[in-house]
């Protein structure tokens, strides 16, 4: 190692200490800053408390508050005077005869029978209704109105149309009733809706029947 390279590097040295003193010296003067700062926040309180104690050692002069004392008031008396009124001549009543009062029967109003006519009309409605219900149909598809393919599309389908439209498919080409009754079994749960899940059995057996 040459003088130069040694000096250098005894240079170097001695720069880094001279680096750590500075720091040193910075750190030094922060924490007598905050003594300085501590040191005048102790003198307040102290003095505050000397206030204080010279306040409790000096007498103190309570002002004398004489009871009051109501004197009484006289109370005016005021006289009342009852007249006198003459006494009516006595009256003699007589009581009243009792009244009768006869409750008067409501009319007896016979039965409205219902026409004849009305009563042909809604046993042929009822029978063309119950016809219906059990004809053979050739698509469960085309059963269905759009109210009811809405709700059986939300109950057993989450509102996912193109998936109903898969099951209706398998039923209208599963070839018999009890093949669709299986694939109603295996991919319906009756506990979301019962009424709707037996309608449907019912239209794949008028379907296959």
Not at 14 to 43: C, G, M, S
Not at 118 to 136: D, F, I, Y
Request: aromatic share 6%; charged share 30%.
């Amino acid at each position: 190692m040459t003088d130069i390279e040694f000096l250098e590097n005894n240079l170097n040295a001695l720069q880094h200490q001279l680096d750590n003193l500075k720091d040193i010296k910075v750190k030094h003067l922060h924490v007598l800053h905050d003594l300085e700062q501590l040191e005048q926040k102790y003198e307040k309180q102290l003095a505050t408390l000397h206030q204080y104690i010279n306040q409790a050692k000096a007498p103190q002069e309570f002002e004398v508050i004489e009871p009051l004392i109501e004197k009484p008031v006289a109370v005016p008396i005021i006289e009342t005077k009852i007249e006198e009124k003459p006494v009516a001549d006595f009256v003699e009543i007589l009581p009243e005869e009792p009244k009768i009062i006869i409750a008067q029967k409501p009319e007896y109003e016979e039965p409205i029978e219902e026409n004849l006519n009305e009563k042909l009309a809604k046993v042929r409605k009822e029978s063309t209704v119950e016809k219906l219900n059990h004809t053979k149909i050739e698509d469960i598809r085309k059963a269905l109105n759009l109210n009811q393919t809405m709700a059986f599309s939300k109950a057993f389908f989450n509102g996912d149309n193109s998936q109903f439209s898969i099951f209706i498919d398998a039923l209208n080409n599963c070839g018999s009733a009890d093949a669709a009754k299986t694939i109603i079994q295996s991919q319906l749960d009756a506990n979301k809706n019962e009424e709707l899940y037996h309608n449907l059995v019912h239209l794949a057996e008028r379907r296959w029947q």
